[in-house]
């Protein structure tokens, strides 16, 4: 049977996980690359410096609360920032269908400037490709960010994860894939649901100054749930979070009943967990709720290492929380 | 903290009233939603070793047989665009699912309401509407056929796959399964009503329709221990704010004007005499014809059959993930997201 690429591959759940490392970790062989989180940072010439990438393929390319363009910027740098990174530079590269709106191109060019300049990321590098009608779906952009550490002594990394250390969440969840739905499906909810894409880097900034963070990672494909299983098979450490706990928007909720989705798996884009130890948490989440008022504590990171997710129910109930496995798809009732 | 002293109050008495029963209850949820929100909610570990949850034939995906999405792919294969609600795509046919097809090419459009397609459909395009679900999802196609009426349209059929929920219910209590009690699907009842369900009361079980919120089914789950406690066979109604005693009666004037009994081929049941609906003879010209083998519709490896009437667990059948799992599902109760084995290989496991 030929083996052929499906719509999960891309996801952010388990097939993207096993289609890089079943296919593309063995043969690139990089060490550095194994370490395989969303911004490599690696020591060069003595200093100590960071690289993320990211494909933007959002439709529609405007959105309640964003656009492709503004996503591309947030996306990298957002990705730099979680590392312990400083975004300095970017590079962005436009794929695009021909037919496209020049209009709506410089929209996004503009956003994309925008964006930049807020993050304050010089963009230095780009390329355009323009392929023929049916080609591409209108328009596809990558983005390469550099950022160099902004405290080498207080790097968050995965191996700085302990048990009885505490999960923050910086805000409610699942916004960003419920807007995108909600444009997609057209259900009369399109305005109502307001995208979370935006920068993190002030918070972060703030948050790092303060408080001494073992661990960020953002919410991005997969939402929160694919985030903390990532984190248990890296850390190897369980991570227990509490149903009650987790902020997520009526809004949101009501597409997810209408629609069968679960909001612990929606795309986020300006959202991410930090670990901290018990006696910082106080600190970090009062920092956190300068930007977002939902940012609360969600759960810990458990003694045990069975490189699991288990979520208390509101009844006092026990699940795994396991990573998205498919593409979640509308219910017939 | 009310709540929580509420809903811990409630959670004791529904443990009291077992203890005083003196058994593990077997309990069967037939509708697939209520199957996602026991496992979600936690309820199999909170009731652990008190109620041994049953997943029941209720998912209209789960019992969707694989001839059925043969039909459509051939049919989509004839230049015809199929419309289909989005969980069906991932139902296996025999070479390959729809969702397969649509990445071949085939024109496979999801859509959310039969109404709005139909409303809402290009004029040159022939197209295949998969009528596919229980009594909750039959009124929507009937108003669909009406509008197709209504405004002339020539280009629209039906491939209807609908199915009762009283045959297959009564095969399985009959011949199946022993239970000590049943939650009723909630979403059928608001179309049936109490009413519709009285013919349990027959088999001397105690039941009663439920929501699907969390609350709702602890609720369900007090009053049902109640009944099993009380022997009491009348079926109960716990879903009142949107279940009335006779259903909706203006959706089952709808549903006795368009379509009338056949039978029904149920995945992991067989052939229920009476269990499905079909478009009646003066509607045909919006019916597509559907060519089924029956005897050819079995996995004989795939114990489906045997998870929906409670005789094995999920983790039991000899495919369940090792080569069934919700991306290469193998049989009924893997297909939907709503089936007792995806439940299960998504949230059945606890500490």
């Avoid at chain 1, 409610?172 to 305005?191: M, P, T, V």
């Avoid at chain 2, 003196?22 to 069967?28: M, S």
């Avoid at chain 2, 478009?279 to 029956?294: I, R, T």
Wanted: aromatic content about 8%; some cysteine; hydrophobic content about 40%.
């Amino acid at each position: 049977m030929m083996r052929t690429i499906r719509k999960e591959h891309g996801n952010g759940g388990k097939q993207t996980y096993e289609l890089i490392d079943d296919l593309f970790k063995p043969i690139f062989g990089s060490e550095i690359l194994k370490s395989g989180d969303d911004s490599t940072v690696f020591s060069l010439n003595g200093m100590k410096v960071g690289i993320s990438t990211d494909s933007f393929v959002v439709k529609p390319y405007f959105f309640k609360g964003g656009d492709i363009g503004k996503l591309s910027v947030c996306g990298t740098v957002n990705d730099l920032a979680v590392a312990g990174l400083e975004p300095k530079y970017i590079t962005i590269s436009f794929i695009i269908e021909e037919g496209f709106s020049m209009d709506d191109l410089e929209k996004i060019t503009r956003s994309i400037r925008k964006y930049a300049d807020l993050a304050k990321v010089e963009v230095v590098a780009g390329d355009t490709k323009v392929v023929e009608k049916g080609a591409a779906d209108g328009i596809f952009i990558n983005t390469t960010g550099l950022g160099v550490a902004r405290d080498t002594q207080k790097m968050p990394s995965i191996s700085r994860i302990k048990g009885n250390q505490v999960v923050i969440v910086s805000g409610d969840i699942g916004r960003h894939g419920a807007c995108i739905y909600s444009h997609n499906e057209d259900l009369g909810f399109k305005d109502r649901i307001e995208s979370d894409c935006g920068l993190l880097l002030d918070v972060i900034s703030e948050l790092m100054q303060e408080v001494d963070v073992a661990y960020m990672k953002d919410l991005t494909r997969g939402g929160l749930a694919t985030a903390l299983n990532e984190i248990v098979q890296k850390s190897g450490f369980d991570i227990k979070v509490e149903e009650e706990k987790i902020p997520v928007a009526d809004e949101v909720k009501a597409l997810c009943d209408i629609l069968g989705l679960d909001s612990y798996y929606l795309a986020c884009e300006g959202r991410f967990v930090a670990i901290v130890n018990g006696d910082e948490k106080e600190k970090a989440i009062e920092i956190l709720r300068k930007y977002n008022g939902f940012a609360c504590e969600i759960g810990t990171v458990e003694e045990s290492r069975e490189k699991r997710v288990y979520l208390s129910t509101t009844f006092g109930g026990t699940r795994i929380l396991d990573m998205l496995y498919y593409e979640m798809l509308p219910r017939i009732c | 903290m009310q709540t929580h002293d509420a809903v811990n109050n409630i959670v004791n008495t529904i443990k009291n009233n077992i203890e005083k029963i003196g058994r593990q209850l077997r309990i069967i949820e037939v509708c697939g939603t209520h199957t996602v929100s026991i496992y979600r909610n936690g309820f199999h570990t909170l009731f652990k070793e008190y109620i041994d949850f049953i997943s029941g034939p209720g998912c209209p995906v789960c019992v969707t047989h694989e001839g059925y999405i043969d039909n459509l792919i051939e049919l989509a294969k004839m230049n015809y665009t199929i419309y289909t609600f989005g969980d069906l795509l991932k139902v296996p046919g025999k070479s390959m699912s729809l969702a397969e097809a649509k990445a071949k090419g085939a024109k496979i459009k999801i859509m959310y309401s039969p109404v709005d397609t139909v409303e809402n459909m290009p004029e040159n395009e022939e197209a295949i509407i998969a009528a596919v679900g229980f009594e909750t999802t039959v009124p929507a196609f009937a108003l669909s056929l009406e509008k197709v009426l209504e405004k002339d349209l020539k280009n629209v059929k039906f491939a209807c796959e609908l199915k009762t929920i009283d045959q297959p219910l009564k095969v399985l209590l009959k011949d199946h399964i022993k239970v000590d009690g049943l939650i009723l699907p909630g979403h059928v009842a608001t179309i049936l009503g109490v009413d519709g369900f009285k013919f349990v009361e027959e088999f001397e079980i105690p039941s009663v329709i439920s929501g699907f919120e969390k609350y709702d089914i602890l609720l369900s789950l007090l009053s049902l221990t109640q009944s099993i406690l009380d022997n009491d066979f009348t079926v109960k109604n716990e879903y009142k704010r949107v279940v009335k005693k006779e259903g909706n009666t203006v959706a089952k004037r709808y549903i006795e004007r368009f379509f009338e009994r056949t039978d029904a081929y149920f995945r992991g049941l067989g052939l229920i005499k009476g269990g499905g609906l079909r478009l009646k003879s003066e509607y045909s010209a919006f019916s597509v014809q559907l060519k089924y083998d029956y005897e050819s519709l079995s996995n004989s490896a795939c114990r489906c059959a045997d998870v929906l009437t409670g005789k094995l667990k999920p983790f039991e059948c000899p495919l369940f993930e090792k080569v069934c799992t919700p991306q290469t599902p193998k049989g009924a109760c893997m297909v939907s997201q709503e089936g007792s084995c995806n439940a299960y290989f998504r949230y059945g496991k606890w500490k």
